[in-house]
């Protein structure tokens, strides 16, 4: 089974930098792009970074995304207390053929 | 702007098939490359994706294979829609269900545009 794992949790208080951790697999992140959601409960994900690190129309460059070999990474900047959400890396996997979700990250602002 | 909506019954039985529909708007399903996908959440837990169907002309899919043959999408473009159908559903397959747009280029794929979703819960 294909994992990629995040933490539970993370937290900052306003204006603070903020990182959540995705680390996976040659057959996933070491081999293919990976994308950031944000997801508020009982609205619609959103897309944040495609590509490893590029952002989608409207997105504010305060979120940015890097990788390295097997693990990947999201950075908030001058956090906000709208940035309160549930955050997942997702993948596509060459071994099962399928499109993996990260265990999802919950940012708490302080 | 592209929009999604998941309709269908709230409640399905235990062993019985779930069938939901995502209408699509603001664009139509016959232009363009796109992967339409099925997304589901259960209640406390984190994003599984469930497939996705290809709009190549041959309808090609892709399955997460834990779900061991029961999921099925199809695409109606003449309606603009796309369907899941998930077979022999228990307790377990109770979720939020979204549709979504994926792409697939040089970026790699990504879901670009989501539905807000709809509650399915397995109950008899």
């Known amino acids: 089974q294909s994992v990629l794992t995040q933490p539970p949790s993370a937290s900052g208080t306003p204006g603070q930098r903020v990182t959540i951790s995705c680390s996976g697999s040659?057959?996933?992140?070491?081999?293919?792009?990976v994308s950031w959601y944000q997801h508020l409960p009982g609205t619609a994900p959103k897309l944040l970074i495609y590509s490893d690190n590029q952002w989608p129309s409207g997105v504010p460059d305060r979120f940015s995304g890097s990788k390295s070999d097997t693990s990947a990474s999201l950075a908030i900047s001058g956090l906000q207390s709208e940035d309160e959400a549930d955050y997942y890396c997702?993948?596509?996997?060459?071994?099962?053929?399928?499109?993996?979700f990260g265990t999802g990250t919950k940012v708490s602002v302080l | 702007q592209v929009q999604l909506q998941e309709s269908g019954p709230g409640q399905v039985k235990p062993s019985q098939t779930l069938s939901l529909t995502c209408t699509v708007s603001?664009?139509?399903?016959?232009?363009?490359?796109?992967?339409w996908s099925w997304i589901r959440q259960p209640a406390g837990k984190g994003l599984e994706w469930t497939g996705r169907?290809?709009?190549?002309?041959?309808?090609?899919?892709n399955y997460n294979p834990s779900l061991r043959g029961r999921v099925t999408i199809s695409l109606d473009t003449s309606k603009n829609q796309f369907s899941l159908k998930l077979s022999s559903v228990t307790a377990a397959d109770t979720a939020v269900y979204y549709c979504?747009?994926?792409?697939?280029?040089?970026?790699?794929?990504?879901?670009?545009?989501w539905g807000r979703g709809t509650l399915v819960t397995v109950s008899s």
């Open positions: 997702a993948v596509w996997d060459d071994s099962v053929n399928a499109y993996i």
């Open positions: 979504a747009r994926g792409r697939d280029d040089y970026n790699g794929y990504r879901i670009d545009y």
């Open positions: 169907i290809y709009t190549n002309g041959f309808g090609s899919t």
């Open positions: 040659s057959s996933n992140i070491g081999t293919n792009t």
């Open positions: 603001g664009t139509s399903m016959r232009s363009g490359y796109y992967y």
